[in-house]
């Protein structure tokens, strides 16, 4: 029998949500709603000189999209893929989706984070950048830059994402720096060193330290800024991704704040509402859902 390991992890800079993943010894499954997987296998694939190249390595590739209502759609293989061993692999990883329809969302696996840190002396999280589950080693080197979008998926006004990421690239300071902390499950993180040697070291630079849970933004993004047009800025744009940021354990009192953010865009709410881990106000996710289903249904009957 083959085991399957189920977790999740989030989608980050930008941030569109947090990704359920089913993973097996063949491949996985990855779901961005709950429902429609894409299912990914491993092949293998030659290395080195172009095609001649004699060292090979496993790498995934697209095998099909499966959903309970449309079944699996596959996709061309790849030449040296064995058609009977790859359909053996995509349906055990079709029937652990089948499994798992009552048990999404999973649960976050990517503990430890990369930040990006204000340049001020407190030093202080602002923005997430990364998360991983600390198998890999942490990522070295110059910090990658805070995005808020990828072409359309937030802010639909270019100047207002473009001057969202300068706010947020000013705030870090010139030297952009980024910390890795582990956080436990109470909310605090450790500060650690990012050595391909040592994943998880503790830090002789930023001596070890710990913050508190309420030192990192519960949103991802820091909100308490001192400009009010900044404020306001960073207000827009949490708004706009608040249908994916409901897919976060929240607190619950921002839950709730953040649900009626969301209450502006049912067709999303009613997209992600399966990786919700919690609802605080039922009887607003119902209205959302059913405005969804009303909308759908006028887009369906017009001309």
């Known amino acids: 029998m083959t085991v399957t390991r189920r977790y999740a992890v989030r989608r980050l800079n930008p941030f569109l949500g947090v990704l359920q993943v089913i993973e097996s010894d063949q491949g996985r499954a990855i779901s961005t709603d709950g429902v429609n997987w894409e299912i990914q296998l491993y092949g293998e694939r030659s290395v080195g000189w172009g095609s001649l190249g004699s060292t090979k390595q496993l790498c995934l590739y697209r095998h099909g999209v499966w959903s309970e209502r449309e079944g699996l759609a596959r996709f061309p293989s790849p030449p040296t893929v064995d058609r009977e061993l790859a359909q053996a692999a995509a349906g055990i990883l079709v029937d652990a989706a089948l499994d798992a329809r009552e048990l999404v969302p999973f649960p976050l696996r990517d503990r430890y984070e990369r930040w990006l840190l204000d340049g001020g002396p407190e ?119 608040a249908p994916r940021l409901l897919m976060l354990p929240l607190r619950a009192a921002t839950r709730g704040r953040v649900e009626r953010l969301a209450a502006s865009q049912a067709l999303a709410v009613d997209h992600f509402h399966r990786l919700y881990p919690r609802v605080v106000d039922a009887a607003l996710l119902v209205r959302l859902r059913v405005e969804a289903q009303l909308r759908r249904g006028e887009e369906g009957a017009a001309p």
């Open 123 to 241: 030093q202080r999280p602002i923005a997430l950048l990364e998360a991983v589950n600390g198998a890999e080693p942490l990522a070295m080197g110059r910090v990658p830059r805070w995005s808020c979008a990828t072409g359309e998926d937030a802010l639909t006004d270019r100047d207002q994402r473009a001057a969202l990421e300068a706010q947020v690239r000013a705030r870090a300071g010139q030297t952009g720096r980024g910390q890795w902390f582990r956080r436990e499950a109470d909310g605090t993180g450790l500060a650690l060193a990012a050595r391909e040697a040592m994943p998880g070291q503790r830090s002789d630079a930023c001596e070890g330290r710990i913050l508190d849970a309420e030192a990192f933004p519960e949103l991802l993004l820091w909100e308490d800024w001192e400009d009010p047009g900044e404020r306001e800025r960073a207000a827009t744009y949490l708004a706009l991704i």
